[in-house]
């Protein structure tokens, strides 16, 4: 392999989905030289690639005053205000509950929807104004070890193979890729059949009578349309593993992200399963299209606008790492002493092969069912991988069990997440290790710059 270009930085962050985004900025703020690594051509992931444009976890509704209230701050809320303010997301606040297109449980509607083009540009513009540099269109492939630390990760793009030297690596490749080329334990799916909840490829559709599917929704009670898909199921109209009618308003009124499409058995670290995955996930967002349109309301004279390109992956790899923070753990809000981020949303992880059937919830068929929502605190050592010194993970793949994922996946987390991992970057630069640094002061950076403290976090 010959290496065509090597260039050095403090800290290299691999992945550019929200996690990595966030991690880089910060770490940029603070002082360091950062490069990000993105494999494809925008910042963001799932979020923008995925079209999933709809950012959870970060605000949350307050019972009693029915209030949507910040649970995640820092660079998410800066990120969302400054969006909000420029018309090009939408204030969660401003929704009205009794009448919600954004989501169907009253307190998932505490989303924030955005326009996509947007978000590409505003996470551009914050790289750009902390000066990180962006490697676009650039896979990282391979590390290169010294003992317990990384010296540089090996990546491929248009120029040929590249070298990036830094003195601390952040994995935010949504799939723990880093850590498991650093030789770090990873478990990926099931303990029982390696079996991982499904993938979605996105579909968004336009055109859609956005009252008249809303007041169907309200007025029977039925936010799945599970009547109707149980009557197409009878018809033998519908063959899909999956019965509930799953879509989110997007920044139109009459736009909807469907990720009703469920696809089982797909493997997002491989490349073949990956393959087979995209091209049979179009096709069927086709036949799904066709079937809304004749028998859903609203959808009557609806369009596809747009079947993406990227599948969007819930869960492949997972960091067995310093800690593992357990089921037990999440269901007694356990506190740690190296607490430093959290998650307010509810378990969302479907069955592998049962694609309706959520364990951690039960029947999402259930119209309204009541989630159960839980504060869940994630550690220090959580981020941490066992054998890498100068290696921290932020994102959807953390050192958790793989239900209590369900929970800490969404934007929200994964964006305190790559906070906190970029400025503990900022605190080990000059020792290249994460264990090394002080986890108070590490708290205390976090607090004076925004981010929630775990111990005054609200709905406990
Ligand atoms: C269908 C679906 C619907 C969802 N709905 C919502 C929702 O409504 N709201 C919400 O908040 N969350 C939702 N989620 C969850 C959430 O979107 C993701 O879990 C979260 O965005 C993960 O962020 P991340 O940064 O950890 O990883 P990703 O978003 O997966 O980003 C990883 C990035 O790393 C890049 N990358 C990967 N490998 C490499 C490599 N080797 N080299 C260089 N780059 C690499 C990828 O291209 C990508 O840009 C949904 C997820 C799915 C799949």
Redesign the pocket.
Known sequence: MKIKREDTYDFVV???????FAAAVSAARKGLSVAL????GC?????T??G?N????GRKINEETNEHIRVVGGLFDELTDYLIERGEAIEPNSIDLSFNAFGWYPRMAS?VAFDELALKIALDEFCQNSGVRVYFN????DVEMDGRKIQSVI?YNKDGFIRLRAKAFCD????G?ICSMSGNEMLKGREEDGCMTP??L?MHVENIDTKELVTYQNENQSPKLVEIIERLKQEGIWKFPYEIFVA?RMMKEDVFMV?TIRQIMVDGTSEESVSKAIAAGRKENVELFEIMKEHFPGFKNAKIRRVFDYI???ETRRLVGQYVVTVDDAMSGKKYDDCVAATTYNFDLPDPLKPSYDPMMGDAKRPNATRKHVVIRIPYRSLLPKETDNLIL????ISAEREVLGAI????P?MMM?QVAGTAAAMSVKTSNFNQVNVQELQQELWNDGVLDPDQLPFE
């Open positions: 691999c992945g550019g989905g929200m996690s990595g690594v993105e494999r494809t910042l963001g992931g799932t979020a690639s995925a999933v709809h950012l959870l976890g989303g650039t896979m990282v492939t990546a935010c490749t949504g799939d890729d993938c979605s996105e989110i990720n969007g992956v819930r932020a994102g959807r793949c996946r969404v934007m929200g994964c790559g």
